[in-house]
């Protein structure tokens, strides 16, 4: 048996038992295993071992799993970034997925189905850099309320296709005499 939060698991048929109770223990060990209570008290013990590693065998592939959807993501968000900090266009995340699955297939290609799964569609990327926005805007939204004084600049022009973009550069110090300078673009 393996004990999870209140709940007792079966290390032979996987049932769990609500209640921890040392009469609910013996009635499922009795009933359900008969062929194992005839075993000695060391072979007992052994047989626990031996269930108890297969069982943490079972939940490590899924630590493997989830640990590797995570640095997908992150991999994903990377590059998400790197297309942004260059001015790509979002689309540019399939062509280098592309560019990332040959190099792959060639260099390692037991690898492979992991660099399948970096999601870099154009609307992961957008998605990806939109976060990042929202990240950054919530950041320089707590640095600015902390501020003890502050200063604003702001400046209205237009780009080659008449778009009118707002600049504002806002410098501030905060009571530990932090001093931030931050401009922000936006387009109307």
């Not at 108890?52 to 994903?76: M, P, Y």
């Not at 492979?112 to 990327?125: A, K, W």
């Amino acid at each position: 048996m393996y004990s999870f939060q209140r709940q007792i698991l079966c290390l032979v048929c996987r049932e769990t038992l609500a209640v921890p109770k040392e009469y609910n223990l013996r009635w499922h060990f009795e009933t359900k295993h008969p062929n194992l209570t005839k075993l000695n008290p060391n072979e007992k013990i052994i047989k626990a071992a031996s269930l108890a590693k297969n069982l943490s065998g079972e939940q490590q592939i899924f630590k493997k799993v989830s640990t590797e959807s995570d640095s997908v993501r992150k991999v994903s968000f990377h590059i998400s970034k790197e297309i942004a900090g260059a001015g790509k266009y979002f689309t540019g995340g399939e062509f280098l997925k592309k560019c990332m699955l040959i190099a792959v297939s060639e260099l390692c290609p037991e690898k492979r189905g992991i660099f399948e799964n970096v999601s870099l569609s154009r609307m992961t990327v957008q998605r990806r850099i939109a976060d990042f926005s929202t990240n950054l805007s919530d950041q320089l939204k707590q640095r600015v309320s902390e501020f003890c004084f502050y200063s604003l600049a702001v400046d209205e022009s237009t780009d080659l296709k008449d778009t009118a973009q707002l600049l504002i550069f806002i410098s501030g110090i905060d009571k530990n005499f932090v001093i931030t300078e931050e401009h922000v673009l936006h387009d109307r």
